[in-house]
């Protein structure tokens, strides 16, 4: 029996009638030849891991533009932590890890540089529309491998689409990690928010603390307890009607304090502007595309193309783009 085959076995033996086997998976579009030791779910975790548009998170912003200090979180953290309250959630209702895992690392690749800015502005620009959870599985599907995608499962690639809130994941794994990106940004972004001066916990209402706690650390746990205790041996993954209530009153004061604060947002315009900018530049200049990209303009729509080029951008390039075609650099006499 190989490694893999013993793996699915144990799956088979001690995980919840409600988890998703990776022995039953949908399978891939393209059919391939199983991994002698890893499942199916676990080999497409270490290919978004290994993949370009993973590595590119660590420089896309999460919700403060490029800030000053080293310990603001990027699209990169968000992701992994991310990850780990899915996993934790997954392991305590003996749901399938790897299959969560995978969902978790893949969900947001198709994010724009400049966060939901930038996806505002594509969204904004391009006749087609755009949605960072439908351009994170056009980036495993199509783009990624200059063109030839990652060719992951169904499960997965259905958990990435579907992870907004107002979607359904078909598996319980997807369900998990759709909940688990909603505490995670909360939790964190409350803790840069915190972090650079814009509130304070106690600024927080009671009302909502004295249902998940007095601290950002202590809500955390409120939330994944919650979920695992709410969730326990069903066939769906909810909370409690009194601490879903608190969470979307948080959420809905962060947009109050944060996510609309001038301070903590001040540079969003220009951001939007710049993308919207490159975006009509590469439009008038499709050469600039990258040949994997020009490759694909006989079966797909220029505007799309530009926006695969833009959104796979890190903050950090897309402004040294900008930089280069239109701020103008010292003339030097020889």
């Known amino acids: ?3 893999r085959e013993s793996l699915e076995n144990r799956e088979r033996l001690n995980l919840s009638p409600y988890a998703t086997l990776s022995m039953n998976s949908r ?5 391939e030849e199983p991994c002698d030791i890893r499942p199916c779910f676990q080999r497409d975790r270490d290919r978004i891991l290994y993949s370009k548009s993973f590595r590119r998170l660590k420089d896309k912003t999460q919700v403060f533009l490029t ?3 080293d310990h603001y979180r990027t699209r990169m953290t968000h992701t ?6 899915a996993r934790t959630i ?6 399938n890890e790897d299959l969560a895992e995978a969902i978790a690392f893949g969900h947001d690749l198709g994010h724009t540089p400049f966060g939901h800015a930038g996806e505002r502005a594509l969204n904004e620009v391009c006749p087609y529309g755009f949605r960072h959870n439908e351009q994170s599985l056009r980036t495993v599907e199509i783009l990624e491998k200059d063109g030839q995608g990652l060719n992951l499962t169904f499960e997965v690639k259905d958990g990435i689409i579907n992870h907004e809130m107002d979607l359904t994941p078909m598996t319980l794994e997807g369900r998990v990690v759709r909940l688990s990106d909603k505490i995670a940004y909360i939790h964190h972004d409350m803790d840069d928010a915190i972090r650079g001066g814009i509130l304070k916990e106690s600024d927080v209402p009671e009302s909502i603390r004295k249902v998940i706690g007095q601290s950002n650390g202590k ?4 939330f994944i307890h919650d979920i ?10 909810v909370m409690s009607e009194e601490v879903w209530d608190a969470l979307m009153a948080l959420r809905n004061f962060m947009f109050e304090s944060v996510y609309t604060n001038p301070v903590a947002k001040g540079q969003e315009g220009k951001a939007e502007n710049l993308i919207k900018i490159l975006y009509q530049y590469y439009m008038d200049h499709e050469e600039l595309l990258p040949e994997y990209l020009k490759r694909m303009r006989d079966s797909q729509p220029k505007e799309k193309l530009v926006c695969d080029f833009i959104s796979s951008m890190t903050d950090r390039f897309a402004i040294a783009r900008f930089h280069e075609y239109f701020v103008p650099k010292s003339w030097e006499v020889l």
């Open 1 to 3: 029996m190989k490694i």
């Open 27 to 31: 399978g891939r579009e393209n059919d």
């Open 67 to 69: 800030p000053d200090g």
């Open 80 to 85: 992994l932590e991310v990850a780990q309250n």
């Open 90 to 95: 997954a392991r305590a209702l003996k749901l």
């Open 219 to 222: 809500w955390l746990d409120t």
């Open 228 to 237: 695992v205790e709410t969730s326990s041996g069903r066939n769906d993954i």
